[in-house]
């Protein structure tokens, strides 16, 4: 008989054999083929934030495929995606309340980058056709969307990628060099954008894309307002469209339905995935500005040419709806809770010698890993240091995120804890207890003399 997992392995797109295997899951727990529960604190990959057991889910999908699953929606309408996009635009901020359906993260970004170039093309600006990213960033796996990417860990195999898509550096005030208070910086590392539109042309760029709190490049990294502020005021001067990349930090995960909000600045565009449907179908979004959404709607404007056979299906549209639905304010303030309660219990961990910086906003802590604090050297990335710490929390019990290491000369090695934000108090506590105790033993191992 063929051995199935070596398929996977070679199939299945970077599973082991060696993984262990998931029969189900509940709440916040997944529950191995040989009985075993662990927590499930990343919430899969930051997907599960209302948990594994929503309810209402099974009744609204069973009623969905009982009558239609899929529909063409070049040809046809419906009202699940109707539905869904109604409720997006009542909770997403200011003007955008133009949805566009499709299936990952990836293609909701890929979708923003080519609407922002149709957009500028519509409107007099055929030129402008330049995506700006930053370093340490992820914006998904297909080409566009990898170019736009920062983390050289995933794109090293596949260079070149698109030609003259700039990077800046990140939002990552532990790493910063700039002088000043934490405003002062801020204002800093927005310039870089206004330097990098000039040094292009500002004729020649249509968008910049940034996560609003970094993910899992720089776990729960994030600026000062001012940041994102400057970057509103620079884009509206050079008429360059700014795409918040909230896949991850979408629907909760940092306290606030949309992270943007924590800064006070809407977007152009935005892009959800991920908590859109809270792991239970794939779906995912890119919310437009009406009048940027309009150009395509005029009786003489093309429209835009773009769309994915499963976009916007019935039946993940009807669960999305569903789902979120879910987030409710009392969902997100226990979600904001959690989160403190999360980073209460570690903080045995604030004088660990191995700890060097400690993020936590909502429900998305980024514990950075580092050789010497004093000058935040990070370790060689062949002592995997991330990666023992998981597996050591793993045999805890514990399912955490971890992060790349330092690769290409940029630095960072951490650990993303970002657990459904319905996660009970007693499992925060055993994610507390198992990450405490991982990263103990693993600054044991790699830094024995600090850590007596
Ligand atoms: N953007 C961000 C911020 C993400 O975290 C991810 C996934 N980790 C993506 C985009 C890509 O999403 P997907 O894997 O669904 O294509």
Partial sequence: MANTSNLFYKWGGGMKPDFPRIRSAHDEFLVTEDGRELVDAAAGA????????????????????????YLSLSHFSHEAPETLAERLAAVSPGDLNAAFFVNS?????????????????ETGNPHKSTIIGRWQSYHGATLGALSATGNTSRRVQYEPLLHGWPHLPPAYPYRWEYEGT?????????????????????ETVAAFIAEPVSGA???????????????????DEYDVLFIADEVMTGFGRTGTM??????????????????????????SAT???DDIADEFENATGRSFSHGHTFGGNPLSAAIAAHVIDQYTDSVLQTGRKRG???????????????????????????IEFVADRDTGEPFDPDLNVNGRVYDRALERGVYT?????????????????SPPLTISESSVKTVADAVTDAVEAVAESVAPHAAS
């Fill in 217 to 235: 490049s720089i776990p729960a990294a994030h600026p000062h307002p001012a940041y994102f502020e400057e970057v509103r005021r620079i884009c």
């Fill in 105 to 121: 993260g990836s293609e909701a970004n890929e979708m923003a980058f080519k609407l922002a170039r149709a957009y500028h093309l």
């Fill in 340 to 366: 403190e309660l999360l980073a209460a219990e570690l903080e045995p961990l604030a004088d660990n010698p191995i700890v060097g910086d400690f993020r936590q906003i909502g429900a998305m802590i980024g």
């Fill in 182 to 202: 934490p405003e002062e910086q801020a204002l800093a590392a927005a310039a870089e954008l206004e330097t990098t539109i000039k040094q292009e042309g500002p």
């Fill in 258 to 283: 949309f992270a943007m909000e924590h800064f006070d600045v809407v977007p152009d565009m935005m892009t959800l995935g991920k908590g859109l449907s809270g792991g239970y179908a794939p779906i």
């Fill in 401 to 417: 995120y971890p992060g790349s290491g330092s690769v290409d000369g940029l630095k960072g090695d951490h650990l993303m804890l």
């Fill in 287 to 289: 919310m437009v500005r």
């Fill in 46 to 69: 930051a997907v599960v934030n209302l948990g594994h057991s929503v309810e209402g889910v099974e009744s609204v999908a069973d009623a969905q495929l009982s009558e239609l699953s």
